[in-house]
């Protein structure tokens, strides 16, 4: 039996897609993990795969506190070379972050095959570097293959969890009538800034009988402070596919994997990148949504928390109108949301890794 080892670590858009592969691999393969002591994969990974935890964080840059880090690379590295040993590893996929690169260059040393997936219009640091040592990189987005070079590559998609792909009906918690459907989501670890933009603006919207599921994160000091019989606020829900599927507009962020589901759904989006992301990829994804026609794109910065408002109003004025030659804005862009989106990618990666197997 063939035996891969996935290397995921941290954010929703590292871990979904990487989940998303494996849960589509045939059952004629083994599958392993290595992720990160008190990341998000120690709460989704243990419950359908044999999880290994190696410490390891991102190169600071010079000083004493990179001199330490690099050591704990070089004991990472050590580490999942014994687990690549032991485990007797055929193929090593992995989805960017820290722990990506202790994988590949394990991988390399012990010479095994690599598949890096790279989700972000802009790559990340890792993918950049050593993207050109890997078999394989494949990408979510056409675009990043400029900022590459000395990589062998393929454009796939990125994948998406295969419960958005089924048709769901609205969870019964959701706010009823006939209004406008609005989801508001910040990620998988929330988004207290973006959460305040919204609340600075949603009575408005509440009172013109907009419903409005916020999905707040864990961090979140004003969680249900705001009562509306339109709203409702939890701090997470499984029922994102669900969500998505019948909103009529999203508010979120714009990691690759929200991007992701995003486009599978077809949802209209208010995008606001957050301005702390590394090499700010979130805007570079955001900038590809927004130039298909797909998505609006409202920075995160003080003069901008009106510019959410009168985007919202636009985009809710022209889908509610009656006016017969009124241009509905919103069902435009959920057609041009939907060719953001690789129906396949979960298949393709699949191939690649038994293709890279065979070969190997």
């Keep these: 039996m063939p035996r891969l080892l996935i290397a995921a670590s941290g954010t929703g858009g590292h871990l979904f897609p990487a989940l998303a592969v494996a849960d589509s691999m045939s059952s004629d393969w083994a599958i392993s993990w290595v992720g990160v002591p008190d ?31 690099l050591f704990r690379l070089l004991f990472a590295i050590k580490k999942i070379c014994r687990i690549l040993k032991e485990d007797s590893i055929d193929v090593v996929f992995t989805t960017g972050g820290y722990i990506s690169a202790p994988a590949i260059l394990a991988a390399k040393w012990c010479g095994l095959p690599v598949l890096l997936h790279e989700s972000n219009a802009f790559p990340g640091q890792v993918t950049r570097l050593l993207g050109r040592f890997c078999d394989l990189v494949a990408l979510g987005l056409p675009i990043a293959k400029k900022r590459l070079s000395g990589c062998r590559i393929v454009v796939t998609g990125t994948p998406v ?7 769901c009906d609205l969870p019964d918690w959701v706010p009823i009538g006939a209004g406008p459907l609005i989801v ?73 994997g929200a991007l992701s589901e995003l486009a599978v759904c077809g949802t209209p989006s208010v995008l606001v990148p957050y301005p702390q992301a590394k090499d700010r990829h979130q805007d570079a994804n955001a900038l590809c949504a927004a130039e298909m026609g797909a998505a609006v794109i409202v920075h995160q910065h003080h003069p901008q928390q009106k510019a959410l408002g009168e985007v919202l109003m636009h985009l809710l004025q022209s889908h509610l109108s009656e006016e ?8 435009d862009m959920k057609q041009a949301m939907r060719q953001l989106a690789n129906q396949h990618s979960s298949k393709i990666l699949v191939e690649i890794i038994n293709s890279i197997n065979c070969r190997n």
């Design 324 to 331: 017969s030659n009124s241009t509905d804005i919103l069902c």
């Design 39 to 69: 990341r998000l994969e120690n709460r989704l990974v243990p419950n359908k795969y044999k999880l290994f935890k190696v410490d390891v964080s991102r190169l600071q840059g010079p000083g004493i506190r990179n001199f330490f880090e």
């Design 184 to 256: 508001v989501m910040g990620g998988s670890q929330g988004a207290v800034a973006l959460n305040h933009m919204v609340r600075n603006i949603l009575p408005t919207f509440l009172e013109m009988g907009c419903r409005v599921v916020h999905l707040t994160g864990d961090n979140d000091s004003d969680f249900n402070k705001l009562n509306h019989r339109n709203l409702v606020e939890k701090k997470f829900s499984h029922e994102v596919p669900s969500l998505l599927q019948n909103a009529d507009l999203a508010i979120s962020r714009a990691g690759a």
């Design 161 to 167: 969890r295969s419960a958005f792909f089924e048709k």
